[in-house]
Each structure stands twice: as C-alpha cells, then as structure tokens.
Nanobody, 120 residues
C-alpha cells in the first residue's frame, strides 16, 4: 500500500505565499508522475501542476506564480505558491503514479488533500 500525505495548507491573505509538501510512503519501487490538483467548492477537480521525469506542466492560471519541485530521494513533491488569489482557494490534492514492484503496474494514488484558503 502506498500513501500520500500532504501538508502546508492554511489560511493566507491575498498576495501571500504557501508551500505545500507531499510525501509518498509504503511499498514503492518507483514513482513516475507526481503532481498537484485542486478542487474549489462546487467545482470539478483540476490539474495545477505535474512533474514527470524532467518535464513540468502547469495550468495556465498558475503560470508564473506557482512552482512545482520534486525530491526523488525523499519521494516528495512540493508546490510553492506565490501571489495567491482568493480564486486559488480550495482543497489541494497530491497525486502520483507509483509502482510497487519492478515489473508491476503503476497505481494512481491520491492524498486526502489539504485546505488552502486565500482571503481578500
């Protein structure tokens, strides 16, 4: 079993910054993609940023404000969020494609989420 545990959410004023962390633990042979999604009240979950190998993709609405990074040795992905806006409010979920065995399938794993609230 693989678990993703997020941390770093909270309440911040518009223009402020937060740094989210997500650590994968359990039976892990390898991790392909790691990324962040978010879900605002009444809206669908949407991609924020994802890193796969050396490639990084950002949603247009966070480009220039958010930075995703990854520490493979720690099985951890980070999301540095700057210039936060009230529209960034939501639950932020960590996601990873994890392989438990060398030749096993990749499993799509989600964290429980961490709340980010940006006040105006």
């Amino acid at each position: 079993q693989v678990q993703l545990v997020e941390s770093g959410g909270g309440l911040v004023q518009a223009g402020g910054s937060l740094r989210l962390s997500c650590e994968a633990s359990g039976s892990i042979f390898g991790i392909n993609a790691m990324g962040w999604y978010r879900q605002a009240p009444g809206k669908q979950r949407e991609l924020v940023a994802v890193t796969t190998g050396g490639r990084i993709n950002y949603a247009d609405f966070v480009k220039g404000r958010f930075t995703i990074s990854r520490d493979n040795a720690k099985n951890t992905v980070y999301l540095q969020m700057n210039s936060l806006k009230p529209d960034d409010t939501g639950v932020y979920y960590c996601n990873a494609l994890v392989r438990a065995l060398r030749f096993g399938p990749y499993e799509n794993v989600w964290g429980l989420g961490t709340q980010v609230t940006v006040s105006s």
